[in-house]
Each structure stands twice: as structure tokens, then as C-alpha cells.
């Protein structure tokens, strides 16, 4: 019987990888804590289980979130079996993909939507949700990296990047959305940047009890060097922008693995960005229901 539940939404780029990788191997020792464990290994591959769109009209969007929180609620006993009380969900996916927001410009574009295809029951007083939030200029710039390294271009010039540091959307909107959509629950939530220092405690709060990890071990998709990004980008206009091989990819990386960062933004542009996350951190913490940890 679920007693306890932990739905961890990611953001993405913000060492979920890591932490999922963690929780996904170690099962057994999340069964003696009394935790079942759904992560992205177990829900991707779930034919059905998909999330509204911001294009999708009201009629669809309605049918996707039904489909989807009926798919969850089948999935949630397999994943408890008898001896387990407490579960865990995690998926960065439910908040939408790098690749969504950049198409849009916009920081999680038709979030509500996408968290309403949780099953309501979700919304309760058990649960927990835990949200790692990330300066904006690294965020966005880490996310382009990551659509490049599956091979995927998508253009990020001046004018696509002047299109999201208007900001349209930013973290304190993205909290907004998720306590809209789940009042009841509690909501923890932490800055990227300060994941070496307060990330064991909310680790051990995911897992129901102590689960150690190592913060110091290498990210699981370290972000480009800028000559490969230059690189994939010209691969990808020769080939017409189709999807680049993955082993041309990892060449790519591996030929230009000791170059300096990408780093797409002009000092300016990523001086403004990290004063609006500093100010946006304040705001969360003064919000109602949230703990800024």
C-alpha cells in the first residue's frame, strides 16, 4: 500500500542523470528502505505514456493527460509489489525536453498541461516534489549541448538566444505551475550550483532513508567543447539536417574533447541572466508551500 510518495522532476542539466543512474542500479538497497523506484529506464519505453504538447488543441491535450495518468496508476503497483510503502518517481521528461524548449524560446513551455497528466491522486499531502533549478546562461547553453550530442541540430544564434534572454518564462513561473497542479504536496527544491553542499540530505528525502552518494563523480553528459559544437553544426548542414551517427558524434567529442567550454553567451547577456537567477532564487524562497533548500 502506498503510504509515502517522491516525484522527482529533474530540471534537466542538473545532475539528474547522475542521481537517476544511482537510484536505477541500487534497487536493492531502495527495496530495503521500503522504496520502489520508477525512472526514465522503466516509464520511456511505455507505449502510450506520453505528455501534452503546447501545439496540441484542448480535445487532444485532455485525451494524452486521461491515457497517460491511467498508465501511471498501472504502473505504480508493480512498481510497490508487497513489501514496499513508499515510491519513487523520477523523470525530468514530465517537465517537457531541451529540445521543446528551444523550438519555443521559452523555459518549459505548457507545463500545466503536462503535469496534468499525473494521476490526481498524486496530489496530496504525502507527496513530495523535489525540482533542481540552474542559472539560466549555463542552463540553456547545456541543454544545447546535450541535443547536439544525439546528433540533433538546432540552431542557437543570436537571434534564438535574444529570444530566451527576454525571459518569457523563468524558474518562479515553472514553480508557480507545479503548485497549481499539485497544492497539496510539499515541494523541495535547490539550486544546481549548490548540489556539492545540500545534495546528500535531499538524496536520503527521495530515497525514504540513507541512500549515500558521491557528488564529486563525473557528470554522466558533460557539455561540448565549442570546436566540436562548430564541428557537429557543419556535419549537420552537409548533411542537410538530418540526425548525425552516433559514432560520428562520439569522433566529433573525442577529436575535440580539450578545447575550451561552449559558451555561447556574451558577457553582458550572461551577467543579466545570473542577476535574474539570483533574484528569481529569492523570489522562490519567499514563496508560499516551498522550501528552497
Same mark, same amino acid.
Given at each position: 500500500?502506498l503510504?509515502?510518495?517522491?516525484?522527482? /522532476? +529533474? $530540471?534537466?542539466?542538473? !545532475?539528474?542523470?547522475?542521481?537517476?543512474r =544511482?537510484?536505477?542500479?541500487?534497487? &536493492?538497497?531502495?527495496?530495503?528502505?521500503?522504496?520502489?523506484y520508477?525512472?526514465?529506464?522503466?516509464?520511456?519505453?511505455?507505449?502510450?505514456?506520453?505528455?501534452?504538447?503546447?501545439?496540441?488543441?484542448?480535445?487532444?491535450?485532455?485525451?494524452?493527460?486521461?491515457?497517460?495518468?491511467?498508465?501511471?496508476?498501472?504502473?505504480?503497483?508493480?512498481?510497490?509489489?508487497?513489501?514496499?510503502?513508499r515510491?519513487?518517481v523520477?523523470?525530468?521528461?514530465?517537465?517537457?525536453?531541451?529540445?521543446?524548449?528551444?523550438?519555443?524560446?521559452?523555459?518549459?513551455?505548457g507545463?500545466?498541461?503536462? /503535469? +496534468? $497528466?499525473?494521476?490526481? !491522486?498524486?496530489?496530496a499531502?504525502?507527496? =513530495?516534489?523535489?525540482?533542481?533549478? &540552474?542559472?539560466?546562461?549555463?542552463?540553456?547553453?547545456?541543454?544545447?549541448?546535450?541535443?547536439?550530442?544525439?546528433?540533433?541540430?538546432?540552431?542557437?544564434?543570436?537571434?534564438?538566444?535574444?529570444?530566451?534572454?527576454?525571459m518569457?518564462?523563468?524558474?518562479?513561473d515553472?514553480?508557480?505551475?507545479?503548485?497549481?497542479?499539485?497544492?497539496?504536496?510539499?515541494?523541495?527544491?535547490?539550486?544546481?550550483e549548490?548540489?556539492?553542499d545540500?545534495?546528500?540530505?535531499?538524496?536520503?528525502?527521495?530515497?525514504?532513508?540513507?541512500?549515500?552518494?558521491?557528488?564529486?563523480a563525473?557528470?554522466?553528459?558533460?557539455?561540448?567543447?565549442? !570546436?566540436?559544437?562548430?564541428?557537429i553544426?557543419a556535419?549537420?548542414r552537409?548533411?542537410?539536417?538530418?540526425?548525425?551517427?552516433?559514432?560520428?558524434?562520439?569522433?566529433?567529442?573525442?577529436?575535440?574533447?580539450?578545447?575550451?567550454?561552449?559558451?555561447?553567451?556574451?558577457?553582458?547577456?550572461?551577467?543579466?541572466?545570473?542577476q535574474?537567477?539570483?533574484?528569481?532564487?529569492?523570489?522562490?524562497?519567499?514563496?508560499?508551500?516551498?522550501?528552497?533548500?
Open positions: 500500500m503510504e509515502t510518495f517522491a516525484l522527482h /522532476l +529533474g $530540471a534537466h542539466k542538473t !545532475a539528474t542523470t547522475m542521481i537517476q =544511482e537510484f536505477g542500479k541500487r534497487r &536493492r538497497e531502495l527495496l530495503r528502505l521500503g522504496t520502489g520508477l525512472g526514465p529506464d522503466d516509464l520511456r519505453d511505455v507505449p502510450g505514456l506520453v505528455f501534452p504538447k503546447p501545439e496540441m488543441d484542448a480535445a487532444r491535450t485532455a485525451a494524452v493527460q486521461a491515457r497517460t495518468a491511467q498508465l501511471f496508476d498501472v504502473l505504480v503497483p508493480g512498481a510497490l509489489g508487497e513489501t514496499r510503502t515510491l519513487l523520477s523523470e525530468e521528461n514530465i517537465l517537457g525536453t531541451p529540445r521543446l524548449m528551444l523550438r519555443h524560446a521559452v523555459l518549459y513551455p507545463l500545466r498541461a503536462r /503535469l +496534468g $497528466a499525473l494521476p490526481a !491522486a498524486w496530489n499531502p504525502e507527496t =513530495e516534489v523535489f525540482l533542481s533549478i &540552474r542559472d539560466y546562461a549555463g542552463f540553456f547553453a547545456s541543454c544545447h549541448s546535450t541535443i547536439a550530442q544525439q546528433g540533433v541540430w538546432v540552431p542557437f544564434g543570436d537571434r534564438e538566444r535574444a529570444a530566451l534572454a527576454r518569457p518564462r523563468r524558474w518562479p515553472v514553480v508557480a505551475d507545479i503548485r497549481a497542479v499539485l497544492p497539496r504536496a510539499r515541494l523541495t527544491i535547490w539550486r544546481y549548490d548540489l556539492h545540500v545534495g546528500q540530505p535531499i538524496i536520503d528525502a527521495m530515497a525514504g532513508g540513507p541512500f549515500e552518494v558521491d557528488f564529486a563525473r557528470e554522466a553528459m558533460a557539455s561540448l567543447s565549442g !570546436a566540436a559544437l562548430v564541428r553544426e556535419e549537420a552537409d548533411r542537410g539536417g538530418r540526425k548525425l551517427p552516433r559514432d560520428l558524434v562520439r569522433r566529433i567529442r573525442q577529436d575535440h574533447a580539450d578545447g575550451p567550454r561552449y559558451a555561447p553567451w556574451e558577457a553582458e547577456t550572461r551577467d543579466l541572466l545570473s535574474a537567477y539570483d533574484e528569481d532564487s529569492a523570489a522562490i524562497r519567499a514563496m508560499e508551500g516551498v522550501t528552497l533548500v
